[in-house]
Structure formats: C-alpha cells, structure tokens
C-alpha cells in the first residue's frame, strides 16, 4: 500500500475505539501481472486509459516486497496480501513468517495447478 496509509488507517482505528475488532488487510506486495486482465474484463473495471501498474510491483522485485511488507507491518498491518500467489510463492513464505499473509487465487490460477496434475480442486467447474 501506500507509505503512511496503513498507519492512517490503524490510526483512525484506535482513536474510534475499533483497533481490537478491525483487522487491516495490506496489499503490500502487489505485482503487476496478466491474471488480472480477465477478471477486469469480466467485472469491465479496465482503466479508461493507463494502466494500474504505477501501483503495483514490477515482476520479480522481491526487495521492494519485503520492504513493503516491513513497512506496513510497523504501521500496524494484521495481515498482508501477496496478489497474485501463484508465481510468488516464495515471497509469500517469507511474508508468512513475518505475519499472517493471504493470497488472492484466481480461478486461472487453480486451472494452471489442476492441470499441472497432482493438484485436485473437485469443485473447480463451481466458480465462474
């Protein structure tokens, strides 16, 4: 996420007396990826002009992850979100050990894996 927006947020939290029971969720390692492409397709959320890369990660910048995980950890962040997980599994284990981390899977993603074999998703055909 941003710098200081985390902190903000943690902020405005504890100063209404919610900090116990609002966890926040940071977007702090966030790469530039295709997967996105149908999902915005889908939910016609592309951008009417640009593109959203001048927030996100570029490919393989695993310093600025980290270092944007560590950030947001001293702002306050309960949980981190890697996006997309897939191709950065080793950056969401480091982040695992840090703090509690998700990641966000899209259904292309778990196709990927279903068909890699070995993997079984027996209600992959339920999500559209």
Do not use: T
């Amino acid at each position: 996420m941003m710098d200081g927006r985390i902190r903000a947020i943690k902020q405005a939290l504890l100063s209404n007396g919610l900090g116990n029971k609002v966890s926040v969720l940071s977007y702090s390692a966030k790469f530039a990826s295709c997967y996105y492409g149908p999902f915005r397709d889908a939910a016609q959320s592309k951008p009417a002009f640009g593109d959203r890369r001048c927030y996100q990660l570029p490919a393989g910048a695993r310093g600025l992850a980290l270092r944007a995980v560590e950030r947001d950890v001293r702002e306050g962040a309960d949980m981190l979100m890697v996006k997309p997980g897939l191709p950065y599994l080793d950056i969401m284990r480091d982040v695992k050990d840090k703090v509690s981390s998700w990641s966000f899977f899209k259904q292309r993603e778990l196709r990927v894996l279903h068909s890699l074999g070995g993997w079984s998703f027996p209600h992959l055909d339920d999500f559209h």
